[in-house]
T-cell receptor
Framework: KNEVEQSPQNLTAQEGEFITINCSYSVGISALHWLQQHPGGGIVSLFMLSSGKKKHGRLIATINIQEKHSSLHITASHPRDSAVYICAVRFGGATNKLIFGTGTLLAVQP | GAVVSQHPSWVICKSGTSVKIECRSLDFQATTMFWYRQFPKQSLMLMATSNEGSKATYEQGVEKDKFLINHASLTLSTLTVTSAHPEDSSFYIC???????????FGPGTRLTVL
């Protein structure tokens, strides 16, 4: 069982729709990352969270430490948002390793 | 923001040859670098963690003699795939942590195809 679960695995939306991608993890963490990977492979780090909420442009990321859950929201979605969105967590302790979710493939249709 | 570069972005080589991939942190000192590989439609798999000036720590199942990692400076790490075989064909991604340990940056990846 993956320690980091994402849902949905695939998501198709119409341009302009509000999108939510969810991430749940099993034990306490020190940090959670939301990453974006476009076709062709390059990974962009969108957010790093340890608590609360962050906003950057049309993207909003929230985390609930007690519920071990994070969400990534995209407002006014656009076809250029089409990508794989990956949740990755760093568990507490000495390790710097990230554990990755399986990703959510988002397709935004015009 | 901070930038991590990789070179080359893609490489095609013959079976049996060695390929070196460079990972550079362009505007920060990377105390720790990570090397990942990714197969199509799969998530990233950590291969090894390297700290500047010390030997890399390899994940279970990753052959250290096949995937040579050198982290000689705070801005450069290299991954050498020795005696490459077609099954080594993959997307290799490096990532770096700066002095602010919770901030991790990813390189654009290198696509290796071994014929």
């Amino acid at each position: 069982k993956n320690e980091v679960e994402q849902s949905p695995q695939n998501l198709t939306a119409q341009e302009g729709e509000f999108i939510t991608i969810n991430c749940s993890y099993s034990v306490g963490i020190s940090a959670l990352h939301w990453l974006q990977q476009h076709p062709g492979g390059g990974i962009v780090s969108l957010f790093m969270l340890s608590s609360g909420k962050k906003k950057h442009g049309r993207l909003i990321a929230t985390i609930n430490i007690q519920e071990k859950h994070s969400s990534l929201h995209i407002t006014a979605s656009h076809p250029r948002d089409s990508a794989v969105y990956i949740c990755a967590v760093r568990f507490g302790g000495a390790t710097n390793k990230l554990i990755f979710g399986t990703g959510t493939l988002l397709a935004v249709q015009p | 923001g901070a930038v991590v570069s990789q070179h080359p972005s893609w490489v095609i080589c013959k079976s049996g040859t060695s390929v070196k991939i460079e990972c550079r942190s362009l505007d920060f000192q990377a105390t720790t670098m990570f090397w990942y590989r990714q197969f199509p439609k799969q998530s990233l798999m950590l291969m090894a963690t390297s700290n500047e000036g010390s030997k890399a720590t390899y994940e279970q199942g990753v052959e250290k003699d096949k995937f040579l990692i050198n982290h000689a400076s705070l801005t450069l790490s290299t991954l050498t795939v020795t005696s490459a075989h077609p099954e080594d064909s993959s997307f290799y991604i490096c990532s770096a942590i700066g002095l602010a340990v919770d901030t991790q940056y990813f390189g654009p990846g290198t696509r290796l195809t071994v014929l």
